[in-house]
């Protein structure tokens, strides 16, 4: 049950995306992945691939034009 | 209540709009151009031009231009910034983003992190300039307007477009991945 951080502060798409999938595939089961993006295209994809992916999927703006995505590996 | 937590707030200024919502407002708005400036919409047009207006401000001159020689590229020359609706409205454009980005309260200055990304935005600025120019245009004039308008060209740009969008990906999880 272990958390990562992924910071993709100023980072354009797709980078955020392609970065978070290459992630978890490094993540346990149970596992929680932590994405720090400000832009906000990959506030739309990030999620979209991971609900595709039947994970669990939270957001948080955490400042202006700053969020954070929890993503969950379920399965 | 707080204004951040109203749902028409959230509704209109916070969320983004759906592609769809966003396809039918540019359609429609393309109609819009088309029907009061007698021009399809485009938008690196005016940037060559403004770059003339600069060059002759400082008392060169662009009348050998061959991109100028044409009849409509000389006709661009001698309008000027007010009375160039595809100069105008680039300067909407540009306003209109900081105003939706400002309402939803995202306005923020994105923190460089690295010189490579400087590189590569202005490498690729230049060559989207250029190839715009040799082109019918950018994404908007040759390949949007173009289809919307029933033209060919437009389907031939699209499709050298995603062959250089392909070439571009590959280059960018090769040089901007660790």
């Not at chain 1, 978070?20 to 295209?41: A, R, Y």
Request: overall charge neutral; aromatic content about 14%.
């Amino acid at each position: 049950m272990a958390e990562f951080e992924l910071d993709c502060l100023g980072e354009a798409c797709p980078i955020p995306l392609v970065k978070t999938e290459k992630k978890m595939q490094e993540l346990d089961v149970g596992d929680t992945l932590i994405v720090m993006i400000d832009h906000s295209c990959a506030l739309k994809n990030v999620p979209e691939w991971a609900r595709k992916n039947n994970y669990d999927v939270e957001v948080e703006e955490v400042g202006e034009s700053e969020w954070e995505i929890f993503i969950d590996k379920t399965a | 209540m707080k204004l951040s937590s109203n749902k028409y707030y959230q509704t209109w200024f916070k969320n983004p709009w759906t592609y769809v919502t966003g396809a039918i407002l540019l359609s429609i708005f393309q109609l819009v151009t088309i029907a009061t400036t007698d021009g399809a919409w485009g938008v690196t047009g005016p940037f060559a031009v403004w770059g003339a207006w600069v060059v002759q401000a400082f008392g060169g001159s662009v009348d050998h231009w061959y991109f100028f020689s044409t009849e409509s590229g000389r006709a661009a020359l001698d309008r000027t910034f007010l009375t160039d609706p595809a100069s105008v409205r680039n300067l909407g454009v540009i306003i209109g983003a900081l105003l939706a980005t400002l309402l939803a309260s995202q306005f923020k200055f994105k923190k460089i992190k690295n010189l490579r990304q400087v590189g590569a935005a202005v490498f690729g600025g230049l060559l989207m300039g250029y190839g715009s120019r040799i082109a019918f245009g950018c994404n908007i004039g040759a390949l949007y307007s173009g289809i919307s308008n029933l033209s060919v060209s437009g389907w031939v740009f699209a499709l050298f477009m995603f062959a250089g969008a392909f070439v571009g990906s590959k280059l960018l999880v090769k040089y901007f991945m660790q």
